[in-house]
């Protein structure tokens, strides 16, 4: 269905931090190896972000700072900017007002969501809103966690999953037949107790005892994980070619959250898409949660076409989960 005011990404910007964990230095801090990690998740390395004071805003000022120069934008012309994360720099004031302030988008206002490995979906769907209501003309999505600060070195299930890193996307109106068509989310918080960080909020504000019993780190029961995002990203990007009257022909690329190589095959599976049409790259970079899908449109942009058929989806913590399907918007 064509929207009146339809809401499409016309840039695309990221940020990688230098430091690449291998899978050969994670045999030196955890009992592992290359071969159990590779096999089970997909993943060689992941970015890591290091240095004193360098929070989830540095990677993502960089992010938004190459997408303004890549689209031309002037920061002063940005409406609203969200910043989807779950390492923000600090519970408050959001990380997306410290970006929004370092970039000089002076006219913006800007909030931090939380939705875990499913934040870039539920906050491209929510930017996309505003700017079809006719409210807004310039919309920043950004996606940006630093993992590394809440993953426990000493738990070798999580800390071989994840890494670092920042992606933004510029949202504007078009009249043109392109840009966001659908999107199902979802939520379920009685997954809380399967992936979820123990304290540092208001029921477990921090403490020796807390710190001490290395609550401040993710955890996470991988297998239960595994069996629901499997059944449910597959289930969310099905229903949402189906409401579209699409079929595996009719979609250039699956756009999937990176978390595990064996769940996006098995999202691909259950849409009946060939391996060509999926877009990858967690071998690279691992689950950098809500950075995945803007990553792989910034490493993938030159593939993707105007008029594209794309289906996002992602699965994560909350539990939360989704899948969008838009029509890309631009040749770069
Ligand atoms: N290296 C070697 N062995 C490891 C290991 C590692 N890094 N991590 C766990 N193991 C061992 C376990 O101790 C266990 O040994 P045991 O059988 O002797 O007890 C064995 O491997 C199997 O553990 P299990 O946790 O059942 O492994 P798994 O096959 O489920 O794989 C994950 C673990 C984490 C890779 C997998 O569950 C997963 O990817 N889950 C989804 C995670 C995810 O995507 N999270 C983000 C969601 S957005």
Known sequence: MKKPIQAAIMGVGAYLPDYRLTNAELETIVETNDEWIYTRTGIKERR?????????????????????????????????????????????????????????????????????????????????????????????????????????????????????????????????????????????????????????????????????????????EGAAVFKFAVTNMAKAAVEVMERNQLSAEDIAFLVAHQANKRIIEATANSMNLPMDKVLMNIERYGNTTAATIPLLFWDFEKDLKKGDNLILAAFGGGFTWGSIYLKWAYNS
Do not use: W
């Open 48 to 220: 890591i972000l290091k240095g004193e004071g360098q929070g989830t805003s540095v990677m993502a000022i960089k992010a938004v700072q190459e997408l303004l120069k890549k689209t031309n934008t002037d920061p002063a012309d940005i409406d609203l900017l969200i910043c989807a994360t779950v390492t923000p720099d600090m519970v408050f004031p959001a990380t997306a007002n410290i970006i929004a302030s370092e970039i000089g988008a002076t006219k913006a206002f800007s909030y931090d969501l939380m939705a875990a490995c499913s934040g870039f979906l539920y906050a491209l769907t929510t930017g996309s809103q505003f700017i079809e209501s006719g409210m807004y003309k310039k919309v920043v999505v950004v996606g940006a966690d630093k993992m590394s600060s809440i993953i426990d070195y000493t738990d070798r299930a999580t800390c071989i999953i994840f890494g670092d890193g920042a992606g933004a996307v510029l949202l504007e109106p078009t009249a043109e037949d392109v840009g966001i068509k659908d999107a199902v989310l979802r939520s379920d918080g009685s997954g809380s107790k399967f992936l979820y960080m123990p304290a540092g909020g208001s029921r477990r504000p921090p403490s020796v005892e807390t710190v001490l019993a290395r609550e401040h780190f993710a955890k996470q």
